[in-house]
């Protein structure tokens, strides 16, 4: 990414409360692991080299926030991977990243977020409610004045016969069979495999390792990082791992803090995202009812890295010692364990999170893998659209793979337009389907038009599962 492109994104996120960047440089960092500590620090840093909590900070409010990410081999970070506010089991907050974006958020509530950026200014947001129900996907900009872009209402443009024409509809079974490469599945030093299943095929999720001691006292849950698909990898400290000295931490720690929030003049952040997901909402059918958890759910996403960001961007205090001096003067602090564990793998899934029978361990390993296997219900991936922007009168493409479909089901799918076209189309399931995708390919309209897709399972037993997307034609 360019320097502008990245000074454009802050000034972004900046708004959206969705931080990307931490403006802080860490200068005159101690290297001499001699002399006193600070422990008066706020700041935290792991020091075993296989440890994948890198550093814990606590929030001026009393929080803790705890920065996960990998390590090389010598223990260096290379990568934060997720971020959590609070305790995740008592109302606390979950944040991912990938490839240094954020790309994932769990509420309080259990709703969950998804962004896909697709420039410094511009990103696709997709809501799903706690029970999995309803989703909503809506893409989301600023233009110059840091105002949300809206679709425009316009009458259906015969001249172009959009009004006139029909959507096309397809489905196509999706072969998908659990075969997990022995090669794929070589685990390092305290590693943990964990490979994920639904339906006789490989499946993907948020994944996390919790660990316990023999007395069933929770020690950690360790966000684990996706290696491939269906196949999911955590790390345990032992205690036969090297210490990394605490000036290696201080050099590469500042730039992927660099991802974790925006610093902002007064720790604040508006919150357009929430007005432009209400927007979305209010064209489908039951969004303004079935999106109500959503709406009460993202205020918390958006403060809870406001709260991030003032608590690993800056010291809001003038005259106070700059987060660059209190990391480089943080307790260190070398996390093993040496005591027999319990391991249990969870899945974030819907309505509720899944667990796998917990398996008992020796600290250091080699340990056993996991196999997961996330039951036979019904899962529904993100419905996307493609392109996510088109251009006037460019044709798109909506896909959506769904899994372990029972025979007896409906699937809905329908569309509609601020220009007034709409269209739909009705699927039976004769059979079971283990996978499947469905696909869709909508006419294109003039600029400003906004277009709502939606679709819709009815199970045999009456139960509806929605997921809804839209576009807005550039």
């Known amino acids: 990414m360019s320097k502008q492109a990245s000074v454009d994104r802050r000034a972004f996120l900046k708004q959206l409360g969705l931080g990307a960047g931490v403006l802080v440089v860490f200068q005159n960092c101690d290297k001499d692991e001699k002399g006193p500590v600070k422990t008066e620090s706020k700041y935290t840093l792991m020091t075993n080299a296989a440890d994948p909590l890198l550093m814990t900070a606590l929030s001026n409010g009393g929080e803790l926030v705890k920065v996960f990410g990998r390590r090389d081999t010598a223990g260096v970070p290379l990568s934060v991977d997720a971020i959590t506010l609070g305790d995740v089991d008592n109302g606390g907050l979950s944040y991912y990243y990938n490839n240094k974006t954020l790309n994932a958020a769990i509420a309080p509530n259990g709703s969950r977020f998804s962004f896909e950026w697709l420039s410094a200014t511009r990103v ?8 999995g129900a309803f989703q909503v996907t809506t893409p989301f900009s600023l233009d110059s004045n840091g105002k949300i872009n809206q679709a425009k209402t316009k009458a259906v443009n015969t001249s172009r016969k959009r009004g006139g024409l029909r959507m096309t509809f397809s489905q196509s079974a999706k072969a998908k069979k659990a075969d997990f490469s022995a090669n794929a599945r070589i685990a390092g030093t305290g590693e943990v ?37 269906g196949h999911y990898r955590a790390t345990i400290p032992a205690e036969s791992i090297p210490e990394v000295k605490k000036g290696i931490m201080c050099e590469y720690m500042p730039e992927l803090l660099d991802i974790a929030c925006t610093v902002t003049a007064d720790g604040a952040a508006a919150l357009p995202i929430c007005e432009a997901l209400g927007l979305a909402l209010t064209l489908t059918e039951i969004g303004a009812v079935a999106g109500i958890p959503l709406m009460e759910a993202c205020p918390a ?14 010291s809001p205090t003038p005259g106070a010692p700059s987060a660059s001096e209190e990391l480089c003067n943080a307790i260190l602090k070398y996390r093993q364990e040496s005591r027999r564990l319990l391991l249990i793998a969870e899945a974030q899934a819907y309505p509720k999170s899944k667990y796998n029978p917990s398996v008992q361990v020796v600290p250091g390993g080699p340990y056993p893998d996991i196999v997961f296997d996330l039951g036979g219900e019904l899962a529904l991936g993100a419905l996307l659209l493609q392109p996510s922007d088109p251009g006037p009168y460019q044709d798109y493409q909506g896909t959506i793979e769904i899994s372990c479909l029972p025979a007896g089901s409906k699937v809905v799918l329908s569309i509609i337009g601020t220009d007034s076209y709409q269209d739909s189309v009705v699927y039976n399931v004769t059979s079971d389907e283990p996978t499947g995708e469905f696909s869709l390919h909508v006419p294109g309209a003039e600029t400003g038009v906004q277009d709502m897709v939606s679709l819709e399972v009815i199970l045999p037993n009456g139960k509806k599962v929605v997921r809804s997307a839209s576009l807005i034609f550039g």
Do not use: H, M, Q, W
């Not at 696709?124 to 029970?131: F, G, N, S």
């Not at 495999?193 to 007395?215: E, H, M, P, Q």
């Open 124 to 131: 696709i947001v997709t809501a799903t409610t706690p029970d």
């Open 193 to 229: 495999n964990i490979l994920t299943t639904s339906c006789g095929g490989k499946a993907d999720g948020i994944i996390s390792l919790r660990v316990y001691d023999s007395d069933l006292k929770k020690l950690d849950v360790i966000p684990a990082v996706r290696i491939a698909e």
């Open 301 to 314: 996403i958006s403060g809870g890295l406001v709260t991030i960001c003032e608590t690993v961007g800056f």
